[in-house]
């Protein structure tokens, strides 16, 4: 089956800065890429997601890059901000068991984003 | 637009007992997808269910079982509980076709057992 590694668990910034996360997959069929943020007590919120035939996808302060060949994709965000602060989750959407909607997550990412 | 939404929030049983939990899917969505998320860790796929019946199923034993009601609402049910089961049930829903990859999740039910 599929299996996502995400680094780093926990990343401390200073407001302003940029945050980048990693992930790795290890699924070559995999072709759906989303990342999730989840505040305190909440469920995880779609950001951003990726399809395998694109290799980078912006919104505004938040970018996802792809490699598809290394299986490895990134989330950046720039100027970050203290609400950024959340644990962020990559994904990879597992096709084997024939159907949509099988998400395999990475471990999650704690950022801080320090006033 | 009504988001997904969960009840009860939170819930505390004991070894052994059964648990009911529910969801209604976002206004528009056919598809419901159960997930595990232990403390500290991402969620964890339980199974799926579209047109009523379970279409796929990860790696839980049957102890967990589920339902969707022609509303496209759905519960998820738990026997025999195990300390281990103590968790945040996340319900996601989703509308087959293009596009059906992208889960939009409730807050969940937080179950403690004791």
């Known amino acids: 089956g599929e299996n996502v590694e995400q680094h780093p668990s926990t990343l401390s910034v200073q407001e302003g800065d940029s945050a980048v996360i990693k992930c790795t997959y290890s699924?070559?069929?995999?072709?759906?890429f989303p990342w999730y943020k989840q505040e305190l007590g909440k469920g995880p919120q779609l950001i951003i997601d990726?399809?395998?035939?694109?290799g980078e996808k912006k919104d505004q302060r938040i970018a996802v890059t792809l490699n598809k060949t290394a299986k490895h994709f990134s989330l950046h965000i720039t100027e970050t901000q203290p609400e950024d602060s959340a644990v962020y989750f990559c994904?990879?959407?597992?096709?084997?068991?024939?159907?949509?909607?099988?998400?395999?997550f990475g471990k999650g990412t704690k950022l801080s984003v320090k006033p | 637009d009504a988001g997904v939404t969960q009840s009860p929030t939170h819930l505390i049983k004991t070894r052994g007992q059964q648990v009911t939990l529910r969801c209604s899917p976002k206004?528009?969505?056919?598809?419901v997808s159960w997930y595990q998320q232990a403390l500290g860790q991402g969620p964890q796929f339980i199974f799926q269910?579209?047109?009523?019946?379970?279409?796929q199923r990860g790696n839980f034993p049957d102890r967990f079982s589920g339902h969707q009601f022609p509303n496209y609402s759905s519960e998820l049910n738990v026997n025999a509980l195990l300390l281990g089961d103590s968790a945040l049930y996340l319900c996601?829903?989703?509308?087959?076709?293009?596009?059906?990859?992208?889960?939009?999740f409730g807050s969940g039910t937080q179950l403690s057992v004791l």
């Open positions: 996601a829903s989703s509308l087959v076709g293009t596009g059906g990859e992208k889960l939009f």
């Open positions: 206004s528009g969505h056919d598809t």
């Open positions: 994904a990879a959407e597992w096709r084997g068991g024939g159907s949509q909607g099988n998400l395999i």
């Open positions: 269910y579209y047109e009523e019946e379970e279409r």
């Open positions: 990726i399809r395998s035939n694109v």
């Open positions: 699924d070559s069929a995999s072709n759906y």
